[in-house]
């Protein structure tokens, strides 16, 4: 490569380094949306990029996005919403990145592999083709790049013939609860601070990495407390996508704004925030948690957890404690921007029994036991801050 060549590319990585750091305001799918990604996004009717009925009677409503991996900024994301009597059916190559379909309900199809529990998972590969279907009364998320499969003349994958990683893979409700697939079920050791019988249905990446994590969470906290039904202060250090399939979810940063079914919710990376859980008074997928409760917990806890909450999270690694949440590191002061603003009364609010908003407090720690697949945080993580008054201030140097 000539030097001047060699110049020319450094230019460009400088330049694009300069572009993160302007202050544009932050536009999904646009050419400089990295310029100024946010703290956090909502996928919602403010955000909504176009809405139509498809073929079959499917209502889709579309998301632009600006990172298909959700690491730099938040991903593309479709819902396919079926009713009775409406199907969907697509087909084609994934030419805009790689693809996460998150079954909320219902019943959807993969080149005629069928997936019909909550919580079941198909992954493709950017380049692999699909043969789709959403069956009558069915919801799904799609997750990733922009959700248009590109029609190809053959079946085969668009993908270099030296390619050697999975195309695709489906992620079973099935598989975890029997401990193949790379699945496995255990105890959530983050809701209630794992005090609660909650359940995560966790996979691991795949060999080659390519393939990514998926988990999925069951929240049962709310049937014994109310006020217990809360994830403590943390940050996702990959950035996370929250997918509601059941009840609301509230996040507590200099503000507290929730989502609920069909509408995600993105965390840019390390965002410092808290997490309230909520039951909804009529579900449209309350058979589906039914029956997932039903199969991933013993009969006596299935009886006590009539208001299950469940949701999907991305880029949650449960082998390596690098992707999974961080509750140890809180920011070390005020900031300007974002949750950092008033991270410091935000803490103290909600470490006193002060009646904010009704929040739970910092309780007791009931005894539990930490249980695979997830990593247990250590007890100075799960106390947090040794005192329980305000945080001390740093006094600038």
Known sequence: MSPARALGRCGLVVAALARWGSPATFTAGAPEAAAAMPDQYFYNETTLSSARTAVGGCALRNWEGADAAGVGGPPWVTTIDCGAGESYADAGVATRGPLQFFVRHGRAMFDGESLDSMGDVYWLGAGAYVDLFVAPDSFVYVVGGAFELAPWRSRRSFVSSSYRAPRRRSYRVADAIAGKGGGKLGADTHIANGSSPSVDLVFSKGKSFVDPPAITVVNCAYDRDPASSFVWYHTHPAGALYLPFTGAICYVTDEERCSSPGSPRWASPNLFYYE??????????????????????????????????????????????????????????????????????????????????????????????????????????????????????????
Not at 343 to 362: E, I, Q
């Open 276 to 397: 309230k859980f909520y039951a909804r008074p009529s579900e449209p997928s309350a058979a589906a948690a039914a029956d997932l409760v039903g199969r991933v917990l013993d009969a006596s806890a299935a009886a006590n957890c009539t208001h299950p909450i469940v949701f999907g999270v991305t880029n949650f690694d449960p082998d390596d404690a690098a992707g999974q949440p961080n509750f140890a590191d809180a920011p070390a002061g005020p900031g300007d921007v974002g949750a950092l603003r008033h991270h410091d009364r935000a803490l103290h609010d909600h470490r006193h029994d002060d009646g904010h908003d009704g929040a739970p407090r910092r309780p007791a720690l009931r005894p539990f036991s930490c249980k695979p697949p997830l990593l247990c945080a250590s007890p100075r993580a799960r106390r947090g801050p040794r005192s329980r008054g305000a945080r001390p201030r740093r006094t600038p140097a």
